[in-house]
């Protein structure tokens, strides 16, 4: 394995197994993201997809393989080792704190990244205080950034779908990661509003965020994607640009049935 010095891809996932019981939800699955693109990740529902992201960010331990984070070894670290190397996600089913605002929300997951327990401590300490009222400034402007202000001191619970879906990606942004895992960020996002989320997107690869993305909606992946990797069943079938998977035969198969469909 290469040194991160000359390390031409920022994730290789290789080799990786995980079963359920007798099921493989994910078997086999190699793939390298260069540093720098939108990836894409694209299967019908059950495929794996939500698996191999759990495999990748240290949620799910595997059977086999293993998982490299610029040349190093990071297969099963727990997520707040994988944030401290520039690895952070967001869930298909949302994991906001309910109870918490919006803002808070998005702090947290900036003190995945801080040396200590800034919650405890209480900000007592004088270089405490400045680390928190950086994060703070921070917290204020991902929050802008991703286009959800006016919701700044609502609950996490009260905010509409598509705003709770851009907050966990503002919480995730906090922790200034080198590598974003979206699982299905535009899920019950109506068209125009996945339109916007594509542009969110688009800006933060364009800030030097390297972006590994699930999603069920094609035409949001096509337009997206740099390179999408294919998978049904847990395993691979096939690799490539947006243009060549849409007309790929076996994606189309597994996918949705016709190639009409796929290539719109
Ligand atoms: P996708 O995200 O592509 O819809 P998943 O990764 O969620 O697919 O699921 C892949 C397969 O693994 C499915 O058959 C699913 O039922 C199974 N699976 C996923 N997680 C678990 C789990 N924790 N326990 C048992 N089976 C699971
Ligand atoms: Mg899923």
Redesign the pocket.
């Known amino acids: 394995m290469k040194t991160s010095q000359d390390q031409p891809f920022l994730l290789q996932v290789c080799n990786l197994h995980k079963r359920?019981?007798g099921?493989y939800?994910v078997k086999d699955i190699t793939f390298d993201v260069p540093t720098g693109i939108i990836y894409g990740i694209l299967?019908p529902?059950?495929?794996?997809?939500?698996?191999?992201f759990n495999l990748i960010s240290g949620v799910t331990k595997p059977d086999a393989g293993q998982v490299f984070f610029q040349g190093n070894e990071c297969t099963a670290y727990p997520a707040h080792s994988l944030a401290k190397l520039g690895i952070a996600r967001t869930f298909?089913n949302l994991r906001l704190f309910t109870g918490m605002t919006v803002l808070e929300n998005v702090l947290v997951g900036g003190h995945l990244i801080t040396p200590t327990n800034l919650w405890t401590i209480g900000f007592v300490q004088h270089s405490h205080k400045k680390i928190e009222a950086e994060l703070y400034d921070k917290a204020l402007q991902w929050i802008e950034w991703v286009g959800i202000q006016e919701y700044r001191d609502l609950l996490a619970n009260q905010l509409p779908y598509g705003a709770a879906r851009r907050l966990e990606i503002a919480r995730a942004l906090m922790s200034n990661p080198k590598l974003l895992l979206l699982d299905e960020p535009a899920a019950g996002m109506n068209p125009n509003e996945a339109a916007s989320l594509s542009d969110l997107i688009r800006s933060i690869r364009d800030q030097g965020v390297t972006v590994v993305i699930?999603e069920h909606n094609v035409r949001l992946m096509v337009s997206l994607c740099d390179t999408i990797l294919a998978i049904d069943h847990?395993e691979f079938l096939a690799i490539g640009t947006p243009n060549e998977i849409v007309r790929h035969p076996l994606v189309i198969e597994a996918y949705i049935g016709t190639s009409n469909g796929l290539a719109k």
């Open positions: 359920f019981g099921v939800a299967g529902n059950g495929s794996g997809k939500t698996t191999l298909q699930i847990g």
